[in-house]
């Protein structure tokens, strides 16, 4: 079955405290991103890899990195975490005609 | 830059009725392609329908539908007969250029009332 993955799923931790948010895609797909969402304002790319090794800034990206090392794995990495990062993330993998998008991680930052 | 407006928060709608929901759009790009995404309240993204900007044809999945006016830049999502499992946040996305990046309106939330 094709699928992104995300972990975790939930994840409530304290300013500056520095954690990981997992990707994976089954499909070999070489196009993935990482989107956030906050009421009101739908969902906004935070970065974005073409292939291995080939990342670059989405709309958003200020307090996060990114790394592709594998095709299928795409880590979103928060060094430290601020209150204004609290949010619903998602992973996300296409090719030309679909994209697909993992479950959600609902990150909250106290 | 592309930008996609979804100018309605929140729509109702009966149960068994029809209702239309609008997107507008703009971008320079010659092809791309519109989307429409369900978010019911378990937060999972589901594809409703996609439109290719070179098919004049108006796209339809069963009870969806949209009506496509490119030269408006417009693209919106008719659901017919609704039911209540239609209850939703809708997001109107656009894709185009080389960077396969899909920019989001700010959805509609869609109520069904039975």
């Known amino acids: 079955e094709a699928q992104v993955t995300q972990n975790p799923r939930y994840l409530i931790t304290v300013t500056g405290k520095k954690l990981t948010v997992t990707c994976s895609q089954n499909m070999n797909h070489e196009y993935m991103s990482w989107y956030r969402q906050d009421p009101g304002l739908g969902l906004r790319q935070i970065y974005y890899s073409m292939n291995v090794e080939v990342t670059d800034k989405g709309d958003v990206p200020e307090g996060y990195k990114v790394s592709r090392k594998e095709k299928r794995n795409f880590p979103l990495i928060l060094e430290s975490p601020s209150p204004n990062q609290t ?11 679909e994209q697909y998008f993992g479950p959600g991680t609902r990150l909250t930052v106290t | 830059a592309q930008t996609v407006t979804q100018s309605q928060p929140e729509m109702s709608v009966q149960e068994a009725e029809t209702v239309t929901l609008s997107c507008t759009y703009d971008t320079s790009e010659s092809d791309y392609y519109l989307f429409w995404y369900k978010q019911p309240p378990s937060r999972q993204m589901i594809l409703v329908i996609r439109q290719e900007a070179y098919k004049q044809q108006n796209a339809t999945e069963n009870r969806f539908s949209v009506n496509f006016q490119k030269a408006a830049k417009s693209f919106s999502l008719k659901i017919s007969d609704s039911q209540l499992g239609d209850a939703a946040m809708y997001f109107c996305a656009y894709s185009g250029g080389s960077n396969y990046k899909l920019t989001f309106g700010k959805g509609t939330l869609l109520t069904v009332n039975p």
């Open chain 1, 87 to 97: 949010s619903l993330y998602f992973c996300a993998s296409r090719n030309w005609y």
